[in-house]
């Protein structure tokens, strides 16, 4: 079928190209000259507008937009004019879903349709396919399957065809889902990436544990200041701690592919040296606990891991100041050096 991609980046590029190696016709365009020259050398036709890229679409049309939560609502301004009654708009970024809520019932006077995708896969989705979240109207859904069939990793429709289609539960097996109306894709995608920030937390802590299990074999501070380690006999293992990731990948219980992408990384540099360590969130992980909040459901993991993240780019580091003010104030303790 024919799909039009607005938005180039990482995740956009690839999956143009993925659809283009699984036979579909697609128009490209990005606001980078060069990334849209890059995808038509992968077989795209390259647009160099918004309407150029509408125009090269034969109606119903379908245009997928990949772009920052952020410029969707300005893209899609642009192209609203532009579209006709029957086509399909997509965003497949990581939008909030009460945007999709609004932008859908805005779309639907038009008679535009509006499909909310939440897409997993990262930089591996273009040779191992994508894990597709949909919102959105059935008889919508069921207009475009054929592309989200191309895209998921199993890379087909459903055999049966017909009612068996529209992303029904027959297709998860398959990697992609009609998860419910508008916003169902996107509200299912935010709880997946909360998820994901609790599971790279344990991890993260969890490894760290293992990289320090050696602190009884420092020398510690003797003052009042410092609590002793009571049994540092207890804690001497100089721990490989890049082998101890790739052991776990095999027949562990705690295999994952983000494990996969945590031993590569260690094997790379044991040290991690060219990181900073500073960990962005893109908002999914603060939707996430606003909706647990909501509807009074505890998320205590995936809080704390979101939690974590605004740590570690300083924003603690003000409170951390006022523990130290605090204690000088009232026990004369002095920050240790170092």
């Not at 509006?114 to 990262?122: A, I, K, N, R």
């Not at 930089?123 to 597709?132: I, Q, R, S, T």
């Not at 419910?180 to 935010?190: E, I, N, P, T």
Request: proline share 4%.
């Amino acid at each position: 079928m024919q799909m039009g991609m607005i938005g180039l980046g990482r995740m956009g590029a690839n999956m143009l190209r993925r659809l283009v190696q699984g036979g579909h016709e697609c128009v490209a365009y990005d606001r980078s000259d060069a990334a849209v020259a890059q995808a038509a050398v992968g077989g795209a036709r390259g647009a160099r507008s918004l309407a150029e890229l509408v125009r090269s679409l034969k109606a119903p049309r379908a245009v997928w937009i990949m772009v920052p939560a952020a410029a969707v609502d300005a893209v899609i301004a642009e192209l609203r004019p532009l579209l006709a009654r029957g086509d399909v708009l997509i965003d497949g970024g990581n939008s909030n879903y009460q945007d999709d809520i609004r932008r859908a019932a805005e779309l639907s006077a038009a008679g535009i349709h509006y499909l909310d995708v939440g897409t997993s896969g990262g930089v591996l989705g273009l040779d191992e396919g994508y894990c597709l979240m949909i919102g959105g109207e059935p008889a919508s859904v069921a207009l475009v399957e054929p592309m989200f069939a191309t895209l998921a990793p199993g890379g087909r429709l459903p055999a049966g065809g017909g009612a068996s289609r529209a992303a029904g539960p027959a297709t998860a097996a398959l990697g992609y889902l009609h998860c419910g109306s508008s916003g169902a894709g996107h509200f299912v995608k935010m709880v997946h990436n909360g998820i994901e920030y609790g599971l790279m937390a344990a991890y993260a802590e969890g490894l760290n544990l293992l990289a320090h299990a050696d602190a009884g074999l420092t020398a510690a501070a003797a003052d009042a200041e410092t609590a002793p380690l009571a049994n540092p006999q207890f804690y001497q293992y100089r721990l490989d701690i890049a082998a101890i990731a790739e052991l776990w990948r095999h027949g562990s219980i705690v295999a994952s592919r983000l494990l996969d992408l945590t031993a590569a990384a260690l094997a790379r540099d044991g040290r991690l040296a060219g990181f900073a360590g500073r960990v962005a969130d893109s908002g999914e992980g603060r939707w996430t606990v606003q909706a647990a909040i909501d509807v009074g459901v505890p998320a205590h993991v995936l809080s704390a891991a979101l939690y974590s993240r605004f740590d570690s780019r300083g924003r603690g580091e003000f409170a951390d100041k006022l523990l130290s003010a605090m204690r000088l104030g009232f026990g004369g303790h002095v920050e240790p050096s170092g």
